[in-house]
């Protein structure tokens, strides 16, 4: 399971390049090079290295703006990188650092030096891969829930996609859109804790029967809360069935108490769990769902901020 790091060097100076890449195949990893910004930009994204070291002067694209790059998308801000500079000047660090740069090492390099900082940086690679990978576990799982039944097959992600639809929308920040999709998903897992024999009950729950699924939230919560990755959907997936006037479950929150992540997806649940088909019931077409949806907001049970915007969305969207 060990396989070799792959570092990617980009630098137009070739001499510089051969160099780095003898320094670094020396010590045992792959490294593939590049000279040019935008074969850099492309190789990234076909490649995702374990860790990148860019000359900030390249023709083409600038190592500052491929950085800033690497570290605003989701598949590839968890890559290490380490900036080369030409320069010693502050506003060149600077300009570095608030690319996203993890790290710059001044040329001429101090073979020493820069082996140290590929170490470190390689190592925190490492253990963001294996939280990652016990991420996609707790995904797995929550998708094979999902398959048990034919019924809320798709759910979990058109929820998603419809959160992160409101998440943009309202101008979230990318940490709060991610924890929507992220909850989105995992939101139910808790269910996994239910009988399919309560979950999949075509009439009407007896009272216990509904206890047990009210459990699902705080299930859930516990089977999530040892991932650092997933911390920020914790909420959502504790609270999504909390309501506005404090008569949901499981704290009984209301109002602006229930985080605006868990009220978003609250309305999208609802609404995606109208809009498909039920054991006990069709879809409903979208008109009724949303007749019912402003019915239980002025019952008090809604942001009807939220709802009103998501109403503008999805009805542009579909
Ligand atoms: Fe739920």
Redesign the pocket.
């Known amino acids: 399971m060990n396989k070799k790091p792959t570092i990617l060097i980009a630098d137009d100076d070739l001499n510089a390049l051969r160099v780095l890449e003898k320094l670094i195949l020396d010590q045992g990893y792959n490294v593939v090079t590049e000279s040019n910004g935008q074969s850099t930009r492309e190789k990234i994204i076909t490649l995702k290295p374990d860790l990148v070291i860019l000359d900030n002067y390249m023709p083409g694209v600038s190592g500052n703006e491929i950085c800033r790059e690497i570290k605003s998308k989701p598949e590839t801000r968890l890559i290490p990188v380490i900036t080369l500079t030409g320069y010693t000047e502050t506003p060149e660090k600077v300009e570095a650092i608030e690319s996203g740069s993890d790290d710059f090492v001044n040329k001429p390099f101090k073979a020493i030096e820069l082996l140290t900082r590929i170490r470190s940086l390689l190592k925190v690679k490492a253990l963001n891969d294996e939280l990652d990978s016990a991420e996609g576990v707790i995904f797995a799982l929550a998708r094979a829930i999902e398959a048990k039944d034919s019924y809320t097959q798709g759910h979990t992600e058109r929820v998603s996609q419809f959160a992160l639809l409101v998440g943009h929308h309202l101008g979230l920040s990318l940490d709060d859109q991610n924890a929507l999709y992220k909850g989105g998903i995992l939101?139910?897992i808790?269910?996994i804790a239910v009988p399919d024999a309560i979950l999949n009950k075509p009439g009407r729950l007896t009272e216990e029967e509904f206890n047990i699924i009210r459990t699902?939230?705080d299930r859930?919560e516990k089977i999530c809360k040892p991932l650092n990755s997933i911390r920020s959907a914790l909420e959502i997936i504790r609270h999504?069935?909390e309501r506005m006037d404090g008569s949901g479950y499981p704290d009984r929150f209301s109002g602006e108490k229930i985080g605006l992540l868990a009220r978003i997806m609250a309305v999208v649940?609802i609404y995606d769990a109208l809009t498909s088909n039920r054991a006990y019931r069709p879809a409903l077409p979208q008109e009724k769902a949303f007749s019912i949806l402003d019915m239980e907001a002025d019952k008090g049970w809604w942001d009807k901020n939220i709802l009103s915007e998501f109403k503008k969305l999805v009805t542009v969207a579909v």
């Open positions: 939101h139910d808790g269910k699902h939230p859930g999504h069935h649940d």
